[in-house]
């Protein structure tokens, strides 16, 4: 599966799993290295997920360092189809309310 078609299918599934959030697909031409995804939660809360094709995907310049980084003040996570349950379910106790 390319990581655009799994994108669009976390995209869809997250917003069943948290209804009435918000999710934005963040533009890394604008600074590179940033998540792909901005999830805002109705509770106010927020993450971010960069998302892979698999686990064996290479990294970018700069995204762990995001992911750590925004992960020290929200939840962020990379997420590809091997840990997809686990984060998800991290992602769904973090914004809980």
Not at 1 to 27: F, H, S, T, V
Not at 51 to 59: H, M, Q
Not at 75 to 85: K, L
Request: negative net charge; proline residues 6%.
């Amino acid at each position: 599966m390319l990581e655009r078609d799994y994108q669009a299918y976390l995209i869809k599934l997250i917003k069943n799993l948290i209804p009435g959030c918000e999710i934005l697909i963040l533009d890394p031409n604008y600074i590179q290295g940033i998540p792909d995804l901005l999830i805002l939660a109705p509770t106010g809360k927020w993450a971010t997920l960069e998302v892979k094709a698999s686990e064996k995907s290479k990294l970018r310049p700069n995204q762990a360092w995001y992911v750590q980084h925004w992960g020290e003040k929200a939840f962020s996570s990379f997420i590809y189809p091997e840990n997809e349950q686990e984060v998800l379910v991290a992602l769904q106790q973090s914004l809980a309310s």
